[in-house]
């Protein structure tokens, strides 16, 4: 799993309660012990980046360790600030009256459902454009993969719908496509480059990686399959799978022996299944893993000696 850590962005997803915030948490101390300047965002809004790191972490990147920031994004205040930053940007285009109506507009289009993960998405985004230069890793512990994979989608369907847009407006306008005087038209250009340049860094192999957290069960495989096939629908490369929370093979309990015995069959149902993707296997710790002692343990498992990884 060395190679991770010449990325830029990687993205840790997985069934609910597999051990994505353990294992996003514990490679990004990883590779902030191998003199990278990691940026772990939680966009989980249960957020528990804060709870393993025993420290409050905010909407803006806070420092944990050295080399070591974390952020947690609130869907609902990116909601606040993103009408707040929209209503700026329109506010010298219009007369007064139209503002007030366009305003109404906004406001109503922030409480439909979906706008808090648009806004999200639009954080995320400017994070993985690169924005914040502070960084040069972002490691990103994201909520169950269903909500995920549809934020890896959206810079696609947002390209097709702001292209839309386009168009009616230069109908509406009467205007050619490459046309500079009007502000609106600007304004969707602009959105339309940002986009593809998350587009393009998202589906670069050398940028982005996506890795699957699993357990050795059923349903967490079933859904490794599934996202493996999205995964690759959407053209995002997928770093490898961390197959959490490995039984003892030597216990004298024949409790632990009968659920070891049946986590064999499943160890060797995932070699099977996933022969072509790289597999980290993590074992089961004593206790839960809270603080930083446990996780750097944890971190050697999944990239063992990062130290000779260069910037
Ligand atoms: N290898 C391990 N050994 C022991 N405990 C572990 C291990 N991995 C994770 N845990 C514990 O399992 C619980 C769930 O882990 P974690 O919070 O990382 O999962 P998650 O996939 O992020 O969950 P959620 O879907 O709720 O966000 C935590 O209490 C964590 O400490
Ligand atoms: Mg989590």
Request: net charge neutral; proline share 5%.
């Amino acid at each position: 799993m060395r190679g991770l850590l010449e990325k830029k962005v990687l993205f840790f997803g997985g069934k609910g309660g597999v051990g994505k915030t353990t294992c996003a948490s514990a490679t990004a101390l990883a590779a902030s012990h191998a003199g990278k300047r990691v940026l772990l965002v939680s966009t989980d809004p249960a957020h528990s980046t804060s709870d393993i790191f025993e420290r409050e972490i905010g909407p803006e990147p806070v420092e944990l360790l050295p080399n070591l920031w974390g952020l947690e994004i609130d869907g609902a205040l990116e909601s606040q600030r993103y009408v707040a930053n929209v209503k700026e940007q329109i506010k010298g285009l219009f007369g007064d009256h139209i503002l007030k109506e366009a305003n109404k507009q906004i406001d109503l289009a922030a409480s439909m459902p979906g706008a808090e993960e648009m806004a999200l998405f639009d954080r995320i985004g400017g994070l993985i454009r690169g924005e914040d230069t502070r960084f040069d890793l972002i490691v990103f512990d994201t909520a169950p993969t269903g909500h995920t994979l549809r934020l890896i989608r959206m810079p696609e369907l947002m390209e097709a719908w702001i292209r839309a847009l386009s168009r009616s407006r230069q109908a509406m306008l009467g205007i050619e496509q490459d046309d500079k005087t009007d502000p609106v038209m600007l304004s969707l250009k602009g959105r339309l480059e940002g986009l593809r340049e998350f587009r393009a860094r998202l589906l670069s192999p050398r940028v982005s990686a996506f890795m699957l957290v699993l357990v050795a069960e059923r349903l967490p495989i079933e859904e490794t399959a599934r996202a493996i096939d999205q995964l690759n629908d959407a053209g995002v490369s997928i770093g490898g799978l961390v197959v959490n929370r490995i039984l003892p093979a030597t216990s004298p309990d024949p409790f632990l022996q009968s659920r070891h015995a049946q986590e064999v069959v499943y160890l060797d149902e995932i070699d099977r299944r996933f022969a072509k993707l790289p597999r980290v296997r993590v074992p089961q710790l004593a206790s839960d893993v809270h603080g930083v002692k446990t996780l750097e343990a944890l971190s050697k498992i999944l990239i063992p000696d990062p130290c000779h990884v260069a910037n």
